[in-house]
């Protein structure tokens, strides 16, 4: 299959969606005037189910691939020695159907409340034991992420009690118009 096939698919899908969805708002209209027994309701119901769920299967699968195509566009742009000499490339990526810039984060996992290593953290910071345990202060988790991240991006000395360092690929897409 090519990229262009694909892509086929994806308008393809559309058109489908737009069915789906007219059918939708006609058996809901039908609903709303009471226009079905209890057999059918009952089979409506279990048809929305069914679709729920195998729409829900099919994102699951599009955003694994996606994610799996982010982490193989990162790694040609870090490596690829053309990639490496062109500035431009690292920023943004110009495809036929949309640009993707891609963001490389770094992030550590943060201690659960009361382990061993939530107390060296605590310590770390300044933060008395009898503070985080007495339940008077709330702890601020998003400001430790960023705290984290801005110490991974600087390259500077993390925090004691940190877990293991992850990686999280973004990208930023825009579609063209047409």
């Known amino acids: ?18 069915k789906l969805l007219s059918n939708l708002q006609d ?12 057999k059918g309701l009952a089979d409506i119901s279990f048809i929305c189910k069914e679709m729920a769920e195998l729409l829900d299967d ?3 699968d599009y955003a694994a691939r996606k994610i799996h195509a982010l982490k193989l566009l990162a790694h040609k742009l870090l490596t ?11 920023d943004i990526v110009r495809g036929n159907y949309a640009s993707v810039t891609v963001d490389i984060k770094k992030f550590a996992e943060l201690p659960q409340y009361g382990t061993d290593e939530f107390c060296k953290l605590m310590d770390f910071l300044g933060v008395p034991e ?5 339940g008077l202060i709330k702890f601020n988790w998003a400001a430790l992420k960023r705290k984290v991240t ?16 992850h990686t999280e690929i973004v990208g930023r897409f825009t579609k ?3």
């Open 80 to 90: 690829d020695p053309e990639n490496l000499n062109n500035a431009e490339a690292v």
């Open 150 to 165: 801005q110490c991974l991006e600087n390259g500077t000395k993390l925090p004691p009690g940190l877990g293991k360092l």
């Open 130 to 134: 009898e503070s985080y345990n007495s």
């Open 1 to 18: 299959m090519t990229v262009t096939e694909f892509h086929q698919d994806l308008e393809q899908l559309r058109d489908t969606h737009h």
């Open 176 to 178: 063209y118009k047409g």
């Open 27 to 38: 058996i809901t209209a039908r609903m709303k005037k009471n226009e079905f027994e209890i």
């Open 58 to 60: 099919f994102r699951k």
